[in-house]
């Protein structure tokens, strides 16, 4: 997991409201990621922002908003306009210019809608 | 879409045996990466290998990549217990098609003691 933090590791949301997760890494990487999981599947990009004050739509982005207003902080907003939510959420930082090089991932947030 | 693609889905396996995980993509990659994710947890890179590259060790993985089939191959070998977890390929494309990773859905790799 190293120099990257998500919190909170689990999360429980009403439908109808907005939750954020937070992403936080030390690694000094520009480039950043939000990545869902569902249970025995792979994982799926909904964000991505490879440099501060820019972002860009993943292939689910949809119910899903992003803020990069400091390098070092990547928030995802899961909003209720997502309406099937309950997934683990991975953040991840990629330090290369590419955006194919290693990728460094935080140790999840786990998102149920009760 | 999921570019790349796990076979098998679930693996099992004592411990001592050979584990050989494969990987297929569809479209041309600037390199291939596997990773480790235990339950409930982050992914952890593995190792990478270029497209000019067709073999790569690191310790007891050995990963080949063949471009020609777009195909890729893990062996971990020796397992052990510990190894258990699911593993994932990732592919990253040339840059100016939008480059990211695509991950495949995993191998469920269990060792047993």
């Known amino acids: 997991d190293g120099g990257i933090t998500q919190s909170p590791k689990y999360l429980f949301r009403k439908e109808g409201q907005n939750v954020t997760l937070s992403c936080e890494q030390n690694?000094?990487?520009?480039?950043m990621y939000w990545y869902r999981q569902d249970p025995g599947q792979g994982l799926r990009l909904i964000y991505y922002?490879?440099?501060?004050?820019?972002?860009q739509k993943g292939d689910i982005a949809e119910g899903y908003s992003v803020s990069r207003e400091k390098k070092e902080s990547f928030p995802l907003t899961v909003t209720s306009a997502q309406k099937n939510p309950t997934a683990f959420y991975l953040c991840?930082?990629?330090?290369?210019?590419?955006?194919?090089?290693?990728?460094?991932f935080g140790p999840g947030t786990r998102l149920t809608v009760l | 879409s999921q570019q790349g693609e796990e076979d098998p889905q679930a693996l099992s396996i004592q411990e001592g045996e050979n584990a050989t995980m494969n990987c297929s993509y569809k479209?041309?990659?600037?390199?291939l990466q596997w990773y480790r994710q235990n339950s409930g947890r982050g992914l952890v890179h593995l190792i990478l290998?270029?497209?000019?590259?067709r073999e790569k060790h690191s310790g007891r993985l050995r990963v080949t990549l063949d471009t020609s089939k777009k195909s890729s191959s893990l062996l971990i070998t020796a397992s052990r217990a510990a190894d258990t977890a699911s593993y994932f390929c990732?592919?990253?494309?040339?840059?100016?098609?939008?480059?990211?990773?695509?991950f495949g859905e995993g191998t469920q790799l269990t060792v047993n003691p």
């Open positions: 991840a930082t990629e330090g290369g210019t590419r955006g194919t090089d290693t990728q460094y």
């Open positions: 690694l000094n990487h520009d480039a």
């Open positions: 922002s490879q440099i501060v004050n820019d972002f």
């Open positions: 479209t041309s990659i600037n390199n």
């Open positions: 290998i270029r497209s000019n590259e």
């Open positions: 990732a592919t990253g494309s040339p840059k100016t098609s939008g480059s990211r990773l695509t």
